[in-house]
DNA sequence: GGTCATCTACTTGTCTGACAAGCTCGAATT
DNA sequence: AATTCGAGCTTGTCAGACAAGTAGATGACC
């Protein structure tokens, strides 16, 4: 006959001690994301234990997914509970090859995003999509407030997607990228017709999403996107066939 | 010049892969809570790793809640693994229909990958893939591991596809479903069928990005996660016009 | 024979020391 | 001045040892 009751008495292992303490200690100082954490030795010389107590208790935070860990690096706060979700990608240089690789993700994505806009769009989406095309008419005009426009264009349309992941992950795209809309809509961008272009490509979206096409909404986000690239001077690798691909079909299926 | 050594090779910690092991083998022999697990040394023995290893491994898996230990008795089932990693979905949102959400961002995502694949696959790439292809070959007959390679199946696509962006997103939320893999490949699964069904599309998938066609490969990859979603029982709304669509689009391409 | 203390074998928990792998930064080299 | 390379840090892994806790066999005692 085995005392069940022995769970409220079970002794309290070192490394669940020590793991709540160093839990604690994150959400008492607020630790933003990235903050690097004491290195292991240090932690050992606070607690009093050995290295092995303090590498199971930040690996039962590595599962927990607030704390993340580098090999030569150390030890860093991932994200306040209950909010780690793509967080992982941060540190996302604006590196060259980086910039093409981030395109060719923002492609694929957000042409998705604009196809099932187009299936599930309610009216109070084609509204506020809408309004970011008025409002972006009205930048071309003054010449005043389009990067920033642009920004809620992408967005209204990835949240009538419907699928709420997708829109969180172009939400958070989209911030890692606002600063590279900002040449399309500089003074050079609209001297230089670019704001005029792709807004020219905005309007063709919004009006297959209206009509419910999905195809051609897709279509139109993907020859947004890789004219976008283009103008940012962004050197797409293969662009013979790479982004083109499906485009390419999609415009095959149109004809047939 | 670019080390395209690849994320893959590094970030593969022992513990890592010792605790996925772990949990799908838990999984798929549906161990009922309560059953022992082999000790730390038959597991070290086992995976051919130091004992701080395995218990790093089991630390992890104590964090997600499905194992349990005592000091002088072993470790013990928890509950199933579907309820402990119900806790990283949750971590997402608690939402019903997250799941297809989920589903339908991956079926953007990695059909992209797919396509990308296709066009910039390596012999190395090619020889990485195809041998997850062999493994979960393997498993069909022994029963047993088909989870884990499953994850490496996908993952190796994502690598090939030379878009380092786009394989941190894919191993991201291929870690977020790793768990919804394993009904797949469950006893049940392999009773069932469903199982050798995967394979199929997997194999599709290969030969596709193997000829270098991308249309196909893009098009083996939605029909196989458009099944996944099947299999598992995740209503996807307006299945009929939603991740056809691309589908539908590209088998017109291909007539044409 | 039955009861109980003890002893043994085995498990997980903790400690220690060492080396490998990966990263940063600055000095030395070209 | 730009580049290379190594010292010095970090975490990751290994090996062996002992402490603490448990189950079951052993054996003594009634």
Redesign the pocket.
Known sequence: M?MNA?ILDR?L???DRVSSQIEAWISERALAPGTQ?P???VLCERFG?????V??AISRLKAEGCVE???????FVAAAPGEGSFKLMREVDPDAGDAADIFELRCMVESGAAELAALRRTEADLLRIGRALEDMEQALVTGDGGAVTDDAFHLAIAAASGNRQLERFLAYMGRQFSASRVPTWSEDGHRGGRAAEAQAEHRRIFEAIRSGDAVEAGVAARVHLTAAARRLGVVLRRPEQNMDTTDRVARHGEVA
Request: hydrophobic share 30%.
């Open positions: 085995t022995s002794p292992r070192l490394s954490l290195t292991e030795k234990v050995s290295r092995a107590v590498r199971e860990t580098r090999q030569g690096l150390g030890a």
